[in-house]
């Protein structure tokens, strides 16, 4: 007989129910009440909600309270390459025989009863995190908040809503005010709201949900601040203003994911977390994908030795503009993409704010994901926005034909999380 793995289990639990997203708390719920309810076990938690930006902020937190000497629980989605990098346990990435484990122990309580697969896998987390000692939990959203399975805790210690913008229109809805009021779904009575900068449109539909439960709103440009500073940044709050360095994921938007998760660590109460911790915290993030150089590999031996070769993980228009921003800032060579997206993305609006500062795309539909967007459709998105495009069949063919053009150049692959995932494994 086959041992079991992971994978298998993963497998068989995505069958559960025949939609890969449904919003919805009863089941999980369900499912949680049977596990003996392991959300209402948990150290304290930070839940973060947002557009863009989620994973940064609470990889910056992580950082900066591992710095300080503190076991950080985390959960995040989606995963890169591995599912295992979704649970993070006091510290480390959860190990193939305790994922296994919660994962037949929450098939077994589910009863095969219609559960979707990010609901029964945030079960098998907060069973992990209640079972294993640690000071703290950082949990991501997984898609918007209201109806979100992670929306179970009742009693977080902080909340934090990071820029929201149009994203999942299909499941959230089609305008910012309204999206906002889905991520704003999170703010729970007395606990205080950690708010990012804000479009004009969301932020009184935030401010307006704390008013509605009595939730305390910390927001940037109003209790707190972070902004460049000479070399590095300043953050001022109203209890913590500290000289800091940069962070060390790259482009200026990561100062004011850094800014969130300083000002929800500030909140925290009971914890000690000097500014030495946090400035140590802020120079070893741990976050791939995100304005990653890749340093070596097979898709970096396909270019030659003085090109660059960049991965991000962006997908929607926000994420254009900012890496379009990190792009106006590359004057010293050509620029050429590589972009794979989901067929649920605007990748006309993805693709319009880089055209400019680009020469070429290659599109690529995103290998093994049945919802990919086809390479052709990416290519006619692309030629829309005025940016000459192509189709490739692969990363690598795309990267080798880039390649015959002048250099040095820089090629920024992008579009998807799913298809930056796809690449780290292709490049490993």
């Known amino acids: 007989m086959t041992a079991p793995t992971s994978d298998r289990v993963l497998e068989r639990l995505g069958r559960l129910h025949p939609k890969l997203i449904d919003l919805s708390l009863g089941r999980v719920e369900r499912l949680l009440a049977a596990l003996s309810n392991p959300q209402d076990d948990l150290p304290p938690v930070v839940h973060v909600a947002g557009t863009k930006g989620k994973g940064s902020t609470v990889a910056t937190m992580r950082s900066c309270l591992e710095a300080a000497g503190y076991r950080v629980h985390a959960y995040i989605s989606p995963h890169l390459v591995h599912f295992h990098e979704r649970i993070r346990l006091a510290g480390r990435l959860i190990d193939e025989e305790a994922l296994i484990g919660l994962l037949e122990e929450c098939e077994r309580a589910n009863r095969d009863a219609p559960i979707t697969f990010f609901e029964i896998t945030t079960a098998a987390a907060f069973l992990a995190f209640a079972r294993t000692p640690a000071d703290i939990v950082l949990l991501e959203v997984g898609l918007g908040g209201r109806l979100d399975a992670t929306n179970v805790i009742r009693h977080p210690a902080v909340t934090a809503i990071t820029p929201v913008s149009l994203d999942h229109q299909a499941l959230l809805g089609d305008t910012i005010a309204v999206i906002a009021g889905e991520k704003a779904g999170i703010l729970k009575p007395h606990v205080t709201a950690v708010v990012a900068p804000q479009p004009g449109e969301a932020a009184p539909v935030i401010e307006m949900r704390a008013a509605a439960v009595s939730a305390p709103l910390y927001r940037a440009g109003h209790e707190w601040r972070c902004k460049a500073s000479g070399g590095g940044m300043r953050y001022e709050g109203k209890r913590w203003q500290f000289d800091l360095p940069l962070p060390s994921l790259l482009g200026a938007h990561q100062i004011v994911n850094a800014g969130t998760a300083i000002a929800c660590l500030e909140q925290l109460s009971g914890f000690d977390i000097p500014a030495k911790a946090i400035a140590d915290g802020l120079r070893h993030i741990d976050w791939p994908a995100r304005l990653q150089l890749l340093r070596h590999g097979p898709l970096v031996d396909a270019v030659p030795p003085e090109w660059e070769l960049w991965l991000d993980g962006g997908h929607n228009p926000l994420a254009g503009e900012i890496l379009g921003n990190v792009a106006a800032g590359w004057h010293d060579r050509p620029l050429y993409l590589v972009v794979g997206m989901m067929n649920t993305k605007d990748a006309a609006g993805f693709i319009r704010p880089l055209a400019k ?72």
């Open 357 to 428: 500062h680009a020469r070429a795309l290659w599109a690529v539909t995103i290998p093994g994901e049945k919802n990919a967007l086809p390479a052709e459709a990416i290519a006619g998105a692309s030629t829309s926005v005025g940016l000459p495009a192509k189709a490739a069949d692969s990363v690598l063919t795309a990267i080798r034909d880039i390649s015959l053009r002048d250099g040095p150049a820089r090629v920024l692959i992008c579009g998807s999380l799913y298809f930056a995932g796809r690449v780290l494994a292709e490049n490993s």
